[in-house]
């Protein structure tokens, strides 16, 4: 893989994505409503002299399962279903460079990108919360937003791989609905369902809970910002006492595969069907 | 005996003692003297001065008397034992820092312990110690502004950083308790806890068995408890602000067996659970009232166990707790007053108004929540908490009354407005670490990220293209393409010679363009292609170094300028930025270089591909059908620009399915049917050999021929045009 053939992709895709209206307006949306729940949040709390991050977070936390998929998903799956329908995929593929260097190129281009909408979001709060005299730990902060980043970046991989399963980017948006739907909604559903019916174990509920990375997200999130695991219920106690420290750690890396598996998958699709 | 203890003194100080009066003396202890001593011939009454100083040691004093610290003289217990112990009635120790206690637990190692009535212990500070004040049957003692911090140790090994046990009418005021593990406040009765503060303990202040408590104005923040009352009767919690109480059970306030107690005009803020009232209060012929509460922010505002009676909760605000109201365990509260005299509990969910502008909600406030009623009933559920699921479903519950929970409790008088406490101390100030920073850095990488696109970097050491020796320049093998169960390419093979301009032609599905494309490695194929003697399947992105691609469908990217395109492309080549120019230049597109290529023509779009191609100025030229979007001057211009290509030496192979275009431009024609070669004619020599005039008219009629055998239809279509 030549770096340098990725780095001119990855800037194209930077490009292409600050002019996309569907980037600025996630962006623009993300940080419309942070400042708006920061503002909010620090508004009320301030006026009792309490403005502690964590209630913020908390609201942030929401937030980002919202926004943080929907814009990974999205895009990614437009971006390269897209590139794929107006031929400039088999184009780019025409040049001298390989499909692992172009579709690794996108990906950190597109990945740059959401990291700059998501600094912009965090940024502005983070300047809010200064500018109104409150409370917050820039360690937690940063810890909350590397987490959404995290979650923004499994959401970019998954949208990937829609994309090298469907051949529209009609197809590829609407496919990414449905899966923001069921990662949001519909699978919490079916887990309350099945672990009511089946009558999980509390072991059993932990993992069958990770397989969703927005829960892998929310928990995460729960930890760094100081939340006791109670929050969280009979879960949070086992997940908290069974691992203890490495919990963080073990949560990280499960956001990291949701990252890679996915993206190598996408990889792996494509490189077998070519530009066709 | 006296007298030689005396004559052991340091002179300075006898002649001090020799100062003081015959009834009530003063002592004065300078650092240099022995405090031990003086307060060993100290007598009831006397006042013991002590001036500075370091005083090592293990303290006593046995005689009702005053031990006054002037310049903040230092008691060291050295980490042993218990630094001052107090067995006398009536003793003040005021104006102290005491520090080094031991950490025995068993041993109850303290900063100071008193064992009689009527202490008073003022002005002191108290750091490194196990146990702060111990007050063990002292009653109507005074502690007074002190400031105790406890050890640096895990909390479960740390001590009480105040103890009063069988101690009755004790006046503790205007303390800072921290970095302890509790304030313990036993089998006391009519106690009077004002103005003090705990901080960053286990549990702020623990009350048991002691009736008649009077708790005023105190802060009790980030400890892990807040203040927890049990097993008493007619204590009085008023004003007090509990705040970040966050620990496993992170009550602001717990209750537990309580009888008559008023917690009220208190302020509990972010404070895992404000309140907890577990079977409070306990007898049947008691109540409790919990009113004029500020209750904001905390993750539960207020927890009730469900056989929990007889509380009076009004005129509280209940202020954005992530749960309002809880139930602990499974069931319905049930007979609590969540309303008196037409006056409820302020709701910041409450979504009712008020007609009649008394400010009371004409509409009951009902706390109720499918997610919530579901998780009373399988606990295991709470791991879904927080999450837009969670609001999902109760939305749905609001929205189809089916699904809708019965409620936790109805406030019939719903207040339209909070009531905020008076008069409580204000919270803690926190400071953030290091946002300021993150708050730059985030901005700082935005910056950066937006102004990558804008980094153009000539590439470092630009490639030249060496020229190629191989002859054939393209090797075509057996190529077969499949498509499912379509076999588009069936066994193809050929050779392009270098300088051979190459029309790929035939009917429209022949697979032109997929040989094409296989010869661009775009997809997998079975046979061989070499170019140059580069394997494509092998070593396609070096094989594809030689090749110049201009497509059929201008597939650029309409979001970049002609220029940024360019520059995109060369820097993917690995070809020298000042190549941009000169094609911009050469193809005539310098004029239109900042448009973006959606405004482009479709005869600068193509020029547009063609100088793409060119940037690397590679020795073989691909085209698909690389005139079919254009009108006939467009095309004219076009076909003159490869014609100069060729000339220039350009190898090229192209489809097209125009006759005046094969006519004009190839040397050479493949007539492809049905995936395969079905002739292969060479028409004209190469523009670098001799071609006399009676080859090139026997080899054009050969090439009318073909292109009327290849497809009658399209080829008439195309010749009457001609």
Redesign the interface.
Known sequence: M?P??VL??A??E???S???RWFVVFAGVFAGLALALVAFSMS??AS????????TG?SL??LV??IAPLMGLTLGALGLAGEQE???L?????????MLELLVGKYLGMA??I??AL??G??VS??V??AQG??????D??AL?ILSYLLALVSLSLGFLLASLVRSSVTALGAALFVWLML??VG??G??GT??VLR?K?DT??VA?LVNP??VF??AS?IRL???P???????VYASRTYGSHLMALLVSILLVWIAAPLAGSVALFS????? | MRSAFLAALPVGFAALLCAGSLGARTLTVTPSDNLQAALAMSRAGDTVRVVGGHHQGHFKVSVPMTLAGENSPILDGGGHGTVLAIDAPDVTVRGFHLRGSGDSLDMENSGIVVLAPRARVENNTISDALFGIFLRKADDSVLRSNQITGKDLDVPRRGDLIRIWYSNGVTVEDNTLSQGRDAVLWYSQGLKIRRNRALNSRYGLHFMYCDDADIEGNTLSNNSVGIFLMYSRRLRLVGNTIASNRGPSGYGVGLKDMDDALIENNALVDNRIGIHTDSSPREIDSIQTIARNLIAYNDVGISILPDTQRNYITTNSFLENGEQVQVAGSGQLQGNIWAERGRGNYWSDYAGYDRSGRGVGEVPYRSESLFENLTQRAEVLKVLAGSPFQVALDFAARAFPVFRPAPKLTDPNPLMTPVLPQGVPALPRKQGRGLAGTATGLMLALVAIAGLPRAQKDPRRPRRLRTPTADPLIEVEALTKRFGAIEAVKGVSFAVRQGDVVALWGPNGAGKTTVLRCLLGLFPFSGQVRVVGVDMRSRGRLARRFIGFVPQELSFHDRLSTAETLEMYARLKHAPLARVKELLETLGLMEHHRKSVRALSGGLKQRLALACALLSDPPILLLDEPTSNLDQAARDDFLSLLSDLSRAGKTLVFTSHRPEEVESLATRIILMENGKIVRDTQIKGTPSEAVTDADAHSELKDATDILASANPNECGLALEGH
Do not use: C, H, W
């Not at chain 1, 109670?230 to 949070?236: R, S």
């Open positions: 030549d340098s053939v001119v992709l800037q194209k930077l490009k292409d600050f002019r996309s009320g709390a009792y002299g309490i403005s502690g991050f964590g209630r908390a936390v929401n399962l919202l107006r031929g400039t088999a184009y780019l593929l025409a040049q001298p460079l390989g740059l990108a990291l700059g600094s912009a965090f940024g983070a300047v919360i200064l409150g409370y917050a730990d820039g360690g902060f940063l937003m949001v909604f919490d559903l887990l309350m672990a009511l999980f509390i509920l932990f809970a927005l829960q929310k928990m729960v100081g939340t006791q109670e929050v969280l219920g009979p879960v949070g077998r069907r070519g530009a066709a």
